[in-house]
Protein backbone atom coordinates (compact mmCIF):
# COMPACT_ATOMS: atom_id res chain seq x y z
CA UNK A 1 0.00 0.00 0.00
CA UNK A 2 1.93 2.95 1.23
CA UNK A 3 3.70 0.20 0.84
CA UNK A 4 4.03 0.72 -2.99
CA UNK A 5 5.67 3.47 -3.00
CA UNK A 6 9.46 2.35 -3.46
CA UNK A 7 11.33 1.21 -6.50
CA UNK A 8 9.42 -1.41 -6.79
CA UNK A 9 6.47 0.70 -5.59
CA UNK A 10 7.27 4.05 -6.83
CA UNK A 11 4.60 6.42 -5.69
CA UNK A 12 5.65 8.02 -3.07
CA UNK A 13 5.70 11.80 -2.59
CA UNK A 14 2.89 12.03 -4.48
CA UNK A 15 0.67 14.78 -3.68
CA UNK A 16 3.15 17.52 -4.04
CA UNK A 17 4.07 20.13 -6.80
CA UNK A 18 5.98 19.13 -9.56
CA UNK A 19 9.30 21.09 -8.47
CA UNK A 20 9.78 19.49 -4.94
CA UNK A 21 9.73 16.72 -7.17
CA UNK A 22 12.53 18.04 -8.91
CA UNK A 23 14.92 19.26 -6.63
CA UNK A 24 14.49 16.15 -4.36
CA UNK A 25 14.97 13.49 -7.24
CA UNK A 26 18.97 14.67 -7.41
CA UNK A 27 19.27 12.89 -4.00
CA UNK A 28 18.31 9.72 -5.53
CA UNK A 29 21.79 9.60 -7.37
CA UNK A 30 23.99 6.48 -6.68
CA UNK A 31 25.77 8.66 -3.92
CA UNK A 32 22.86 8.53 -1.68
CA UNK A 33 22.48 4.83 -1.94
CA UNK A 34 25.70 3.93 -0.04
CA UNK A 35 24.38 6.86 1.87
CA UNK A 36 21.34 5.00 3.31
CA UNK A 37 23.24 1.74 3.38
CA UNK A 38 25.99 3.09 5.84
CA UNK A 39 22.98 4.63 7.53
CA UNK A 40 21.21 1.34 8.17
CA UNK A 41 24.83 -0.56 8.66
CA UNK A 42 25.35 1.56 11.27
CA UNK A 43 22.03 0.90 13.11
CA UNK A 44 22.03 -2.77 13.07
CA UNK A 45 25.01 -4.70 14.25
CA UNK A 46 24.76 -6.40 11.26
CA UNK A 47 28.30 -7.08 9.45
CA UNK A 48 28.70 -4.48 6.74
CA UNK A 49 31.51 -6.33 5.08
CA UNK A 50 30.08 -4.35 1.31
CA UNK A 51 30.55 -1.06 2.81
CA UNK A 52 34.14 -0.29 4.20
CA UNK A 53 33.80 3.41 3.74
CA UNK A 54 30.34 4.10 6.14
CA UNK A 55 32.95 6.15 8.81
CA UNK A 56 31.12 9.64 8.79
CA UNK A 57 27.80 8.76 8.15
CA UNK A 58 25.27 8.29 11.65
CA UNK A 59 21.31 7.70 12.23
CA UNK A 60 20.40 11.12 10.98
CA UNK A 61 21.95 9.78 7.60
CA UNK A 62 18.52 9.17 6.74
CA UNK A 63 17.64 11.26 3.33
CA UNK A 64 14.33 12.08 3.10
CA UNK A 65 13.49 13.05 -0.49
CA UNK A 66 10.56 13.50 -2.47
CA UNK A 67 10.68 10.50 -4.50
CA UNK A 68 11.77 8.14 -1.61
CA UNK A 69 9.19 5.79 -0.37
CA UNK A 70 6.89 7.33 2.18
CA UNK A 71 5.54 6.82 5.24
CA UNK A 72 2.13 7.95 6.10
CA UNK A 73 0.05 9.03 8.88
CA UNK A 74 -4.03 10.31 8.67
CA UNK A 75 -6.65 11.44 10.55
CA UNK A 76 -7.82 8.54 12.85
CA UNK A 77 -10.65 10.32 14.43
CA UNK A 78 -12.12 11.44 10.69
CA UNK A 79 -11.33 7.47 9.67
CA UNK A 80 -13.33 6.20 12.70
CA UNK A 81 -16.54 8.47 11.42
CA UNK A 82 -15.76 7.45 7.95
CA UNK A 83 -16.91 3.43 8.65
CA UNK A 84 -18.72 3.87 11.49
CA UNK A 85 -21.78 2.06 10.63
CA UNK A 86 -24.32 3.90 12.62
CA UNK A 87 -23.04 6.78 11.07
CA UNK A 88 -22.44 6.07 7.82
CA UNK A 89 -25.49 3.71 6.12
CA UNK A 90 -23.35 3.56 2.09
CA UNK A 91 -21.16 0.59 3.87
CA UNK A 92 -21.80 -1.98 2.17
CA UNK A 93 -21.70 -4.73 5.05
CA UNK A 94 -21.56 -7.92 2.24
CA UNK A 95 -18.70 -6.34 0.26
CA UNK A 96 -16.67 -6.09 3.21
CA UNK A 97 -17.65 -9.62 4.34
CA UNK A 98 -16.55 -10.40 1.23
CA UNK A 99 -12.93 -9.08 1.54
CA UNK A 100 -12.83 -10.17 4.63
CA UNK A 101 -13.18 -13.98 4.11
CA UNK A 102 -10.51 -13.50 1.28
CA UNK A 103 -8.31 -12.19 3.44
CA UNK A 104 -8.59 -14.61 6.21
CA UNK A 105 -8.29 -16.71 3.57
CA UNK A 106 -4.48 -16.01 3.64
CA UNK A 107 -3.49 -17.81 0.28
CA UNK A 108 0.00 -16.49 0.91
CA UNK A 109 0.42 -18.21 4.34
CA UNK A 110 3.35 -20.30 3.16
CA UNK A 111 4.15 -18.89 0.32
CA UNK A 112 7.29 -16.62 1.65
CA UNK A 113 9.98 -19.33 2.58
CA UNK A 114 13.21 -18.67 1.38
CA UNK A 115 16.21 -21.46 0.05
CA UNK A 116 19.85 -21.40 -0.18
CA UNK A 117 19.58 -20.15 -3.44
CA UNK A 118 19.35 -16.58 -2.37
CA UNK A 119 22.74 -16.06 -0.62
CA UNK A 120 24.49 -18.04 -3.66
CA UNK A 121 22.88 -15.53 -6.32
CA UNK A 122 23.35 -12.65 -4.38
CA UNK A 123 27.33 -13.48 -3.97
CA UNK A 124 27.18 -13.79 -7.81
CA UNK A 125 26.17 -10.38 -7.68
CA UNK A 126 29.00 -8.10 -7.75
CA UNK A 127 30.09 -4.22 -9.50
CA UNK A 128 27.74 -1.69 -9.11
CA UNK A 129 25.03 -3.83 -9.65
CA UNK A 130 25.35 -4.92 -6.48
CA UNK A 131 24.55 -1.47 -4.75
CA UNK A 132 21.52 -1.19 -7.03
CA UNK A 133 20.05 -4.51 -6.30
CA UNK A 134 20.30 -3.13 -2.27
CA UNK A 135 19.15 0.06 -3.00
CA UNK A 136 16.21 -2.14 -4.95
CA UNK A 137 15.87 -3.98 -1.66
CA UNK A 138 15.90 -1.58 0.83
CA UNK A 139 13.12 0.98 -1.11
CA UNK A 140 10.76 -1.88 -1.79
CA UNK A 141 11.46 -3.02 2.13
CA UNK A 142 11.07 0.19 3.12
CA UNK A 143 7.63 0.86 1.02
CA UNK A 144 6.36 -2.57 2.16
CA UNK A 145 7.08 -1.45 5.96
CA UNK A 146 5.64 2.11 5.80
CA UNK A 147 2.36 -0.24 4.49
CA UNK A 148 2.61 -2.20 7.42
CA UNK A 149 2.54 0.49 9.63
CA UNK A 150 -0.20 2.85 8.47
CA UNK A 151 -2.62 -0.53 7.74
CA UNK A 152 -1.66 -2.07 11.80
CA UNK A 153 -2.60 1.12 13.28
CA UNK A 154 -5.85 1.40 11.48
CA UNK A 155 -7.01 -1.69 12.38
CA UNK A 156 -6.03 -0.66 15.97
CA UNK A 157 -7.93 2.36 15.75
CA UNK A 158 -11.46 1.09 13.85
CA UNK A 159 -11.98 -2.00 15.83
CA UNK A 160 -14.23 -0.01 17.96
CA UNK A 161 -16.57 1.72 15.24
CA UNK A 162 -16.05 -1.18 12.65
CA UNK A 163 -14.83 -4.27 13.70
CA UNK A 164 -14.69 -5.94 10.02
CA UNK A 165 -12.89 -3.19 8.28
CA UNK A 166 -10.31 -3.38 11.09
CA UNK A 167 -9.92 -6.55 10.76
CA UNK A 168 -9.10 -5.85 7.05
CA UNK A 169 -6.81 -3.56 7.39
CA UNK A 170 -5.21 -6.12 10.14
CA UNK A 171 -5.06 -8.14 7.56
CA UNK A 172 -2.99 -6.06 4.75
CA UNK A 173 -0.67 -5.71 7.90
CA UNK A 174 0.24 -9.04 7.86
CA UNK A 175 0.81 -9.20 4.18
CA UNK A 176 2.99 -6.35 4.25
CA UNK A 177 4.86 -7.11 6.82
CA UNK A 178 5.34 -10.73 5.85
CA UNK A 179 6.80 -8.32 2.86
CA UNK A 180 8.78 -6.31 4.39
CA UNK A 181 10.29 -9.13 6.43
CA UNK A 182 10.72 -11.11 3.19
CA UNK A 183 12.80 -8.19 1.91
CA UNK A 184 14.76 -7.35 4.74
CA UNK A 185 15.88 -11.24 4.98
CA UNK A 186 16.89 -10.61 1.22
CA UNK A 187 19.23 -7.11 2.37
CA UNK A 188 20.64 -10.18 4.73
CA UNK A 189 22.21 -11.94 1.70
CA UNK A 190 23.78 -8.57 0.86
CA UNK A 191 24.99 -8.62 4.63
CA UNK A 192 23.23 -5.99 5.76
CA UNK A 193 19.71 -4.73 7.29
CA UNK A 194 17.05 -2.44 7.66
CA UNK A 195 16.68 -1.22 11.43
CA UNK A 196 12.96 -1.25 11.10
CA UNK A 197 12.09 -0.10 14.82
CA UNK A 198 14.88 2.54 14.38
CA UNK A 199 13.31 3.56 10.90
CA UNK A 200 9.71 3.60 12.39
CA UNK A 201 10.80 6.42 15.11
CA UNK A 202 13.61 8.48 12.46
CA UNK A 203 11.72 8.44 9.48
CA UNK A 204 9.50 11.81 8.76
CA UNK A 205 5.38 10.96 8.32
CA UNK A 206 3.48 12.41 5.59
CA UNK A 207 0.21 13.26 6.73
CA UNK A 208 -3.07 12.64 4.00
CA UNK A 209 -6.81 13.26 4.93
CA UNK A 210 -8.34 9.80 4.44
CA UNK A 211 -9.90 10.79 1.01
CA UNK A 212 -6.21 11.06 -0.01
CA UNK A 213 -4.59 8.32 1.58
CA UNK A 214 -7.35 6.24 -0.46
CA UNK A 215 -6.83 7.13 -4.14
CA UNK A 216 -3.24 7.23 -2.87
CA UNK A 217 -2.86 3.72 -1.49
CA UNK A 218 -5.51 2.55 -3.98
CA UNK A 219 -2.75 3.51 -6.86
CA UNK A 220 0.22 2.46 -5.24
CA UNK A 221 -1.19 -0.83 -4.87
CA UNK A 222 -2.64 -1.57 -8.18
CA UNK A 223 0.99 0.32 -9.85
CA UNK A 224 2.56 -2.55 -7.08
CA UNK A 225 0.75 -5.41 -8.62
CA UNK A 226 1.41 -4.62 -12.10
CA UNK A 227 5.20 -3.55 -11.65
CA UNK A 228 5.64 -7.24 -9.41
CA UNK A 229 3.74 -9.09 -12.34
CA UNK A 230 5.02 -7.51 -15.26
CA UNK A 231 8.76 -8.26 -14.06
CA UNK A 232 7.56 -11.45 -12.71
CA UNK A 233 6.28 -12.62 -16.29
CA UNK A 234 9.11 -10.89 -18.30
CA UNK A 235 11.70 -12.95 -16.00
CA UNK A 236 9.47 -15.82 -17.11
CA UNK A 237 9.81 -15.53 -20.55
CA UNK A 238 13.39 -14.79 -20.67
CA UNK A 239 14.94 -16.61 -17.43
CA UNK A 240 18.87 -15.67 -18.70
CA UNK A 241 17.88 -12.10 -16.24
CA UNK A 242 16.11 -13.98 -13.54
CA UNK A 243 19.53 -12.90 -11.53
CA UNK A 244 18.26 -13.00 -8.09
CA UNK A 245 15.30 -15.58 -6.95
CA UNK A 246 13.35 -13.11 -5.13
CA UNK A 247 11.36 -12.65 -8.62
CA UNK A 248 10.48 -15.77 -8.55
CA UNK A 249 8.27 -15.14 -5.46
CA UNK A 250 6.72 -12.18 -7.21
CA UNK A 251 3.55 -14.05 -8.73
CA UNK A 252 1.92 -15.09 -5.74
CA UNK A 253 2.99 -11.37 -3.74
CA UNK A 254 1.89 -9.59 -5.81
CA UNK A 255 -1.81 -10.95 -5.89
CA UNK A 256 -1.63 -9.51 -2.00
CA UNK A 257 -1.18 -6.10 -3.49
CA UNK A 258 -4.25 -6.43 -5.93
CA UNK A 259 -5.98 -7.84 -3.17
CA UNK A 260 -5.24 -4.70 -0.89
CA UNK A 261 -6.16 -2.22 -3.64
CA UNK A 262 -9.70 -4.18 -3.87
CA UNK A 263 -10.42 -3.45 -1.21
CA UNK A 264 -9.27 0.67 -0.78
CA UNK A 265 -11.67 0.31 -4.06
CA UNK A 266 -14.90 -1.05 -1.60
CA UNK A 267 -13.20 1.44 1.16
CA UNK A 268 -14.33 4.60 -1.58
CA UNK A 269 -17.48 2.96 -2.83
CA UNK A 270 -18.61 3.44 0.64
CA UNK A 271 -17.79 6.76 0.51
CA UNK A 272 -19.55 7.76 -2.84
CA UNK A 273 -18.95 11.68 -2.36
CA UNK A 274 -14.57 10.65 -3.05
CA UNK A 275 -15.60 9.61 -6.22
CA UNK A 276 -19.15 11.10 -7.51
CA UNK A 277 -18.17 15.12 -7.90
CA UNK A 278 -16.00 17.28 -10.01
CA UNK A 279 -13.42 17.66 -7.10
CA UNK A 280 -13.33 14.31 -7.09
CA UNK A 281 -12.68 13.62 -10.82
CA UNK A 282 -10.22 16.83 -10.23
CA UNK A 283 -8.14 14.88 -7.26
CA UNK A 284 -8.26 11.64 -9.18
CA UNK A 285 -6.46 12.62 -12.47
CA UNK A 286 -4.12 14.61 -9.39
CA UNK A 287 -3.28 11.37 -7.95
CA UNK A 288 -2.97 9.13 -11.22
CA UNK A 289 -0.59 12.45 -12.61
CA UNK A 290 1.31 12.04 -9.40
CA UNK A 291 1.76 8.39 -9.47
CA UNK A 292 2.83 7.83 -12.53
CA UNK A 293 5.41 10.96 -13.22
CA UNK A 294 7.14 9.79 -9.78
CA UNK A 295 7.48 6.35 -11.27
CA UNK A 296 8.83 7.75 -13.97
CA UNK A 297 11.38 9.84 -12.82
CA UNK A 298 12.53 7.59 -10.52
CA UNK A 299 12.74 4.74 -12.92
CA UNK A 300 14.37 6.81 -15.48
CA UNK A 301 16.93 7.71 -13.00
CA UNK A 302 17.16 3.97 -12.15
CA UNK A 303 17.49 2.30 -15.79
CA UNK A 304 21.05 0.28 -14.79
CA UNK A 305 18.30 -1.85 -12.75
CA UNK A 306 15.80 -2.91 -15.24
CA UNK A 307 18.56 -3.04 -18.15
CA UNK A 308 20.19 -5.64 -15.76
CA UNK A 309 17.16 -7.48 -15.46
CA UNK A 310 16.79 -7.38 -19.26
CA UNK A 311 14.23 -4.80 -19.08
CA UNK A 312 13.66 -1.59 -21.57
CA UNK A 313 12.77 1.04 -18.84
CA UNK A 314 10.58 3.41 -20.14
CA UNK A 315 8.62 0.82 -22.18
CA UNK A 316 8.29 -1.29 -18.91
CA UNK A 317 6.93 2.03 -16.81
CA UNK A 318 4.68 2.51 -19.69
CA UNK A 319 3.11 -0.82 -20.12
CA UNK A 320 2.60 -0.25 -16.24
CA UNK A 321 1.24 3.08 -16.14
CA UNK A 322 -1.19 1.96 -19.44
CA UNK A 323 -2.37 -0.81 -17.42
CA UNK A 324 -2.69 0.67 -14.11
CA UNK A 325 -4.48 3.09 -15.05
CA UNK A 326 -6.78 0.81 -17.36
CA UNK A 327 -7.53 -0.94 -13.69
CA UNK A 328 -7.71 2.63 -11.65
CA UNK A 329 -10.56 3.45 -14.56
CA UNK A 330 -12.61 0.68 -12.76
CA UNK A 331 -13.19 3.04 -9.63
CA UNK A 332 -11.96 6.69 -10.27
CA UNK A 333 -14.45 8.93 -11.51
CA UNK A 334 -11.67 10.58 -13.89
CA UNK A 335 -8.43 8.77 -15.48
CA UNK A 336 -5.49 10.26 -17.95
CA UNK A 337 -5.75 9.76 -21.33
CA UNK A 338 -2.41 8.08 -20.59
CA UNK A 339 -2.47 6.05 -23.93
CA UNK A 340 -2.59 8.75 -26.06
CA UNK A 341 1.22 9.14 -27.16
CA UNK A 342 1.12 12.80 -26.20
CA UNK A 343 1.27 11.87 -22.58
CA UNK A 344 4.39 9.51 -22.85
CA UNK A 345 6.08 12.75 -25.24
CA UNK A 346 5.80 14.50 -21.77
CA UNK A 347 7.42 12.19 -19.33
CA UNK A 348 9.96 12.22 -22.22
CA UNK A 349 9.91 15.45 -21.70
CA UNK A 350 10.03 15.79 -17.80
CA UNK A 351 12.82 13.20 -17.24
CA UNK A 352 15.07 14.83 -19.51
CA UNK A 353 14.66 18.15 -17.54
CA UNK A 354 15.02 15.87 -14.49
CA UNK A 355 18.30 14.72 -15.74
CA UNK A 356 19.79 18.06 -16.07
CA UNK A 357 18.42 19.38 -12.51
CA UNK A 358 19.88 16.21 -11.32
CA UNK A 359 23.06 17.00 -13.24
CA UNK A 360 23.54 20.60 -12.01
CA UNK A 361 23.20 18.98 -8.41
CA UNK A 362 26.17 17.69 -9.02
CA UNK A 363 28.34 20.24 -10.12
CA UNK A 364 30.88 22.29 -7.95
CA UNK A 365 28.66 25.41 -7.89
CA UNK A 366 27.65 27.25 -4.39
CA UNK A 367 24.55 25.78 -3.50
CA UNK A 368 22.74 29.48 -4.43
CA UNK A 369 23.96 29.41 -7.95
CA UNK A 370 22.81 25.81 -8.11
CA UNK A 371 19.40 27.08 -7.08
CA UNK A 372 19.66 29.95 -9.42
CA UNK A 373 20.10 27.32 -12.17
CA UNK A 374 17.94 25.16 -11.67
CA UNK A 375 14.88 27.88 -11.59
CA UNK A 376 14.44 27.45 -15.36
CA UNK A 377 14.03 24.02 -15.37
CA UNK A 378 11.75 23.86 -12.70
CA UNK A 379 9.36 26.05 -14.23
CA UNK A 380 9.71 23.95 -17.44
CA UNK A 381 8.46 20.75 -15.36
CA UNK A 382 5.51 22.78 -13.56
CA UNK A 383 4.57 24.00 -16.80
CA UNK A 384 4.92 20.49 -18.44
CA UNK A 385 2.95 18.63 -15.45
CA UNK A 386 0.60 21.35 -15.52
CA UNK A 387 -0.37 20.18 -19.20
CA UNK A 388 -0.06 16.87 -18.63
CA UNK A 389 -2.30 17.49 -16.16
CA UNK A 390 -5.02 19.60 -18.11
CA UNK A 391 -5.04 16.50 -21.28
CA UNK A 392 -8.22 15.41 -21.70
CA UNK A 393 -9.23 13.17 -19.16
CA UNK A 394 -11.22 9.76 -19.66
CA UNK A 395 -14.64 9.70 -17.73
CA UNK A 396 -14.57 6.56 -15.54
CA UNK A 397 -15.91 4.61 -12.58
CA UNK A 398 -17.28 1.55 -11.25
CA UNK A 399 -20.41 0.68 -12.82
CA UNK A 400 -21.91 0.16 -9.19
CA UNK A 401 -21.77 3.88 -8.62
CA UNK A 402 -20.71 5.73 -11.94
CA UNK A 403 -23.54 7.15 -14.28
CA UNK A 404 -22.45 5.02 -16.90
CA UNK A 405 -24.80 4.03 -20.34
CA UNK A 406 -27.34 2.21 -17.96
CA UNK A 407 -27.43 0.45 -21.56
CA UNK A 408 -23.67 -0.58 -21.42
CA UNK A 409 -23.69 -3.84 -22.47
CA UNK A 410 -21.28 -6.53 -20.33
CA UNK B 1 2.11 9.72 16.42
CA UNK B 2 3.88 8.35 19.10
CA UNK B 3 1.19 5.44 19.36
CA UNK B 4 2.48 4.72 15.62
CA UNK B 5 5.89 4.71 16.70
CA UNK B 6 5.83 2.67 19.71
CA UNK B 7 3.85 0.44 17.55
CA UNK B 8 6.01 -0.04 14.93
CA UNK B 9 9.29 0.06 16.70
CA UNK B 10 7.83 -2.91 19.08
CA UNK B 11 6.47 -4.44 15.74
CA UNK B 12 9.62 -4.91 13.75
CA UNK B 13 12.26 -5.60 16.44
CA UNK B 14 11.69 -9.42 15.05
CA UNK B 15 12.74 -8.51 11.23
CA UNK B 16 16.21 -8.36 11.72
CA UNK B 17 16.35 -10.93 14.33
CA UNK B 18 13.83 -13.32 11.83
CA UNK B 19 16.33 -16.37 11.48
CA UNK B 20 14.35 -19.33 9.65
CA UNK B 21 11.50 -17.61 7.71
CA UNK B 22 9.56 -14.25 7.76
CA UNK B 23 6.82 -15.93 8.99
CA UNK B 24 6.90 -14.70 12.33
CA UNK B 25 5.67 -11.20 11.63
CA UNK B 26 2.42 -12.80 10.58
CA UNK B 27 0.17 -11.74 14.26
CA UNK B 28 -1.45 -14.18 14.70
CA UNK B 29 -4.10 -14.42 12.37
CA UNK B 30 -4.24 -17.74 10.26
CA UNK B 31 -7.56 -18.67 10.81
CA UNK B 32 -8.99 -19.40 7.63
CA UNK B 33 -11.88 -21.54 8.93
CA UNK B 34 -14.58 -20.94 6.39
CA UNK B 35 -12.37 -22.69 3.98
CA UNK B 36 -11.38 -26.14 5.74
CA UNK B 37 -15.38 -26.80 5.84
CA UNK B 38 -16.63 -29.49 3.46
CA UNK B 39 -17.47 -27.21 0.41
CA UNK B 40 -20.50 -29.77 -0.29
CA UNK B 41 -22.68 -28.38 2.84
CA UNK B 42 -24.98 -25.39 1.83
CA UNK B 43 -23.89 -21.78 2.13
CA UNK B 44 -25.66 -21.60 5.61
CA UNK B 45 -22.65 -23.55 6.95
CA UNK B 46 -19.75 -22.14 5.17
CA UNK B 47 -19.94 -18.90 6.65
CA UNK B 48 -20.73 -19.90 9.53
CA UNK B 49 -17.33 -20.16 11.16
CA UNK B 50 -15.22 -20.45 14.14
CA UNK B 51 -13.51 -17.13 14.47
CA UNK B 52 -15.91 -15.44 12.93
CA UNK B 53 -17.25 -12.91 15.76
CA UNK B 54 -17.70 -9.79 13.28
CA UNK B 55 -20.16 -11.58 11.05
CA UNK B 56 -23.38 -11.46 11.97
CA UNK B 57 -25.26 -9.49 9.72
CA UNK B 58 -24.50 -11.01 7.07
CA UNK B 59 -24.64 -14.25 8.53
CA UNK B 60 -28.13 -13.43 9.06
CA UNK B 61 -28.63 -11.73 5.60
CA UNK B 62 -27.66 -15.11 4.11
CA UNK B 63 -29.79 -17.40 6.17
CA UNK B 64 -32.55 -15.40 5.60
CA UNK B 65 -31.92 -16.11 1.83
CA UNK B 66 -31.22 -19.88 1.95
CA UNK B 67 -34.23 -20.08 4.16
CA UNK B 68 -36.45 -18.12 1.74
CA UNK B 69 -35.19 -20.69 -1.02
CA UNK B 70 -35.97 -23.48 0.76
CA UNK B 71 -32.84 -24.81 2.17
CA UNK B 72 -34.45 -26.22 4.89
CA UNK B 73 -36.51 -28.51 2.86
CA UNK B 74 -34.68 -29.87 0.25
CA UNK B 75 -30.98 -29.30 1.75
CA UNK B 76 -30.18 -32.90 -0.23
CA UNK B 77 -31.22 -31.84 -3.26
CA UNK B 78 -30.40 -28.55 -4.04
CA UNK B 79 -28.22 -26.45 -3.91
CA UNK B 80 -27.02 -22.44 -4.35
CA UNK B 81 -25.14 -21.39 -7.48
CA UNK B 82 -23.83 -17.93 -7.40
CA UNK B 83 -22.28 -16.46 -10.89
CA UNK B 84 -20.84 -13.45 -12.59
CA UNK B 85 -21.18 -13.09 -15.42
CA UNK B 86 -20.02 -11.30 -19.07
CA UNK B 87 -18.65 -11.73 -22.51
CA UNK B 88 -16.35 -14.12 -23.64
CA UNK B 89 -13.96 -11.45 -24.81
CA UNK B 90 -13.49 -9.69 -21.13
CA UNK B 91 -13.53 -13.02 -19.37
CA UNK B 92 -10.90 -14.98 -21.35
CA UNK B 93 -8.75 -12.92 -22.85
CA UNK B 94 -8.61 -9.41 -21.60
CA UNK B 95 -8.27 -9.40 -17.94
CA UNK B 96 -5.38 -11.75 -17.48
CA UNK B 97 -5.41 -11.00 -13.87
CA UNK B 98 -8.35 -13.23 -13.52
CA UNK B 99 -6.28 -15.97 -15.21
CA UNK B 100 -3.97 -15.30 -12.10
CA UNK B 101 -6.06 -15.50 -9.60
CA UNK B 102 -8.10 -18.42 -10.77
CA UNK B 103 -5.27 -20.73 -10.67
CA UNK B 104 -4.14 -18.59 -7.44
CA UNK B 105 -7.78 -20.15 -5.99
CA UNK B 106 -6.62 -23.77 -7.68
CA UNK B 107 -3.36 -24.01 -6.22
CA UNK B 108 -4.59 -22.90 -2.72
CA UNK B 109 -7.47 -25.52 -2.54
CA UNK B 110 -4.82 -28.04 -4.12
CA UNK B 111 -2.57 -27.09 -0.87
CA UNK B 112 -5.73 -27.66 1.42
CA UNK B 113 -7.13 -30.41 -0.15
CA UNK B 114 -10.18 -28.88 -1.10
CA UNK B 115 -13.00 -29.79 -3.65
CA UNK B 116 -13.30 -26.99 -6.61
CA UNK B 117 -16.30 -24.99 -6.29
CA UNK B 118 -16.00 -22.66 -8.79
CA UNK B 119 -15.81 -23.07 -12.94
CA UNK B 120 -16.02 -21.47 -15.78
CA UNK B 121 -18.69 -22.49 -18.11
CA UNK B 122 -19.15 -20.85 -21.14
CA UNK B 123 -22.65 -19.83 -22.90
CA UNK B 124 -24.48 -21.21 -19.66
CA UNK B 125 -27.43 -22.72 -20.08
CA UNK B 126 -28.80 -21.44 -16.70
CA UNK B 127 -28.68 -17.69 -18.71
CA UNK B 128 -32.14 -18.64 -20.10
CA UNK B 129 -34.07 -18.24 -16.72
CA UNK B 130 -32.22 -14.63 -16.71
CA UNK B 131 -33.60 -12.28 -19.57
CA UNK B 132 -32.77 -9.12 -17.93
CA UNK B 133 -29.17 -10.17 -17.63
CA UNK B 134 -28.81 -11.37 -21.63
CA UNK B 135 -30.30 -8.35 -22.69
CA UNK B 136 -27.68 -6.55 -21.52
CA UNK B 137 -24.72 -9.54 -22.37
CA UNK B 138 -22.27 -9.46 -25.64
CA UNK B 139 -22.45 -13.55 -26.45
CA UNK B 140 -20.19 -15.66 -26.42
CA UNK B 141 -20.75 -15.11 -22.47
CA UNK B 142 -18.59 -16.63 -20.21
CA UNK B 143 -19.69 -16.87 -16.02
CA UNK B 144 -18.12 -17.71 -13.27
CA UNK B 145 -20.07 -20.43 -11.14
CA UNK B 146 -19.09 -21.44 -7.45
CA UNK B 147 -21.00 -22.63 -4.26
CA UNK B 148 -19.41 -20.06 -2.42
CA UNK B 149 -21.57 -16.89 -2.72
CA UNK B 150 -19.29 -14.54 -0.78
CA UNK B 151 -16.49 -15.65 -2.98
CA UNK B 152 -18.44 -14.08 -6.32
CA UNK B 153 -19.02 -11.61 -4.42
CA UNK B 154 -15.58 -10.68 -4.11
CA UNK B 155 -15.11 -12.08 -8.13
CA UNK B 156 -18.09 -8.74 -8.66
CA UNK B 157 -16.21 -6.45 -6.64
CA UNK B 158 -12.44 -7.44 -8.76
CA UNK B 159 -14.20 -7.69 -12.05
CA UNK B 160 -16.78 -4.74 -11.82
CA UNK B 161 -17.94 -5.02 -15.37
CA UNK B 162 -19.32 -8.33 -14.22
CA UNK B 163 -23.00 -8.84 -13.61
CA UNK B 164 -23.95 -10.86 -10.78
CA UNK B 165 -26.96 -13.36 -9.37
CA UNK B 166 -27.70 -16.54 -8.22
CA UNK B 167 -30.10 -19.40 -9.05
CA UNK B 168 -31.18 -23.25 -7.56
CA UNK B 169 -30.17 -26.45 -9.34
CA UNK B 170 -30.92 -30.03 -8.38
CA UNK B 171 -27.95 -31.44 -9.77
CA UNK B 172 -24.28 -29.95 -10.81
CA UNK B 173 -24.59 -30.88 -14.23
CA UNK B 174 -27.99 -29.29 -14.44
CA UNK B 175 -26.34 -25.97 -13.19
CA UNK B 176 -23.31 -26.40 -15.17
CA UNK B 177 -25.00 -27.14 -18.54
CA UNK B 178 -23.52 -25.06 -21.41
CA UNK B 179 -24.24 -24.50 -25.28
CA UNK B 180 -21.14 -26.06 -27.12
CA UNK B 181 -19.34 -23.24 -28.74
CA UNK B 182 -16.04 -22.25 -30.07
CA UNK B 183 -14.05 -19.53 -28.39
CA UNK B 184 -11.61 -17.93 -30.60
CA UNK B 185 -9.85 -14.46 -29.81
CA UNK B 186 -7.74 -12.56 -32.16
CA UNK B 187 -4.56 -11.62 -31.42
CA UNK B 188 -3.87 -8.04 -30.18
CA UNK B 189 -2.49 -6.01 -32.90
CA UNK B 190 0.20 -4.14 -30.62
CA UNK B 191 0.77 -6.29 -28.00
CA UNK B 192 3.42 -3.88 -26.42
CA UNK B 193 4.24 -5.97 -22.83
CA UNK B 194 7.40 -7.18 -22.13
CA UNK B 195 6.06 -10.86 -21.88
CA UNK B 196 4.11 -13.06 -24.03
CA UNK B 197 0.53 -13.08 -23.68
CA UNK B 198 -0.94 -16.02 -21.43
CA UNK B 199 -2.21 -19.16 -23.95
CA UNK B 200 -5.42 -18.79 -24.77
CA UNK B 201 -7.37 -22.57 -24.41
CA UNK B 202 -6.11 -21.57 -20.44
CA UNK B 203 -9.36 -22.29 -19.23
CA UNK B 204 -9.92 -25.46 -20.33
CA UNK B 205 -8.48 -26.65 -16.80
CA UNK B 206 -11.22 -25.04 -14.83
CA UNK B 207 -14.57 -25.85 -17.49
CA UNK B 208 -17.14 -28.41 -15.54
CA UNK B 209 -15.84 -31.62 -16.05
CA UNK B 210 -17.65 -33.78 -18.57
CA UNK B 211 -20.56 -35.88 -17.31
CA UNK B 212 -20.98 -39.45 -18.00
CA UNK B 213 -23.67 -39.44 -20.05
CA UNK B 214 -22.24 -36.72 -22.55
CA UNK B 215 -18.94 -38.61 -22.45
CA UNK B 216 -20.64 -41.97 -23.70
Partial sequence: MAAEMALLKPISKIGYCGS??????????????????RMSAATTTTPTTTKGTGG?????????????????????????????????????????????????????????????????????????????????????????FSGFLLYKELGRRLKKTNPVVAEIFSLMSRDEARHAGFLNKG?????????????????????????????ATYLSEKIGYWRYITIYRHLKTNPEYQVYPIFKYFENWCQDENRHGDFFSAL??????FLNDWKAKLWSRFFCLSVYVTMYLNDTQRTSFYEGIGLNTKEFDMHVIIETNRTTARIFPAVLDVENPEFKRKLDRMADINSKIIAIGETDDIPLVKNLKRIPHIAALVSELLAAYLMKPIDSGSVDIADLDPQLVY | MSLMKSLGASAVVNVPAAAVTTTQLHHGTHSFPFLSLPQHLPKLNTTTSISWKTTTPVRTAVAAINSSDTVEKETESKKEYHFVVANAKFMLDEEEHFQEQLFERVRLFKERNMEQDFWLVIEPKFLD????????????????????????????????????????????????????????????????????????????SLLPPIPQTQQA
Fill in chain 1, 20 to 37: TTITSARTILPQRISTIV
Fill in chain 1, 56 to 144: GKNKKGIKETLLAPRFYTTDFDEMEQLFNTEMNKNLNEAEFEALLQEFKTDYNQTHFVRNKEFKEAADEIQGPMRQIFVEFLERSCTAE
Fill in chain 1, 268 to 273: MKAQPQ
Fill in chain 2, 129 to 204: KFPNITKRLKRPAVALVSTNGTWIKFMKLRLDRVLLDSFEAESMEEALASNPCNIEFEKPSNWVAPYPKYESGWWE
Fill in chain 1, 187 to 215: LSDFNLALDLGFLTKARKYTFFKPKFIFY
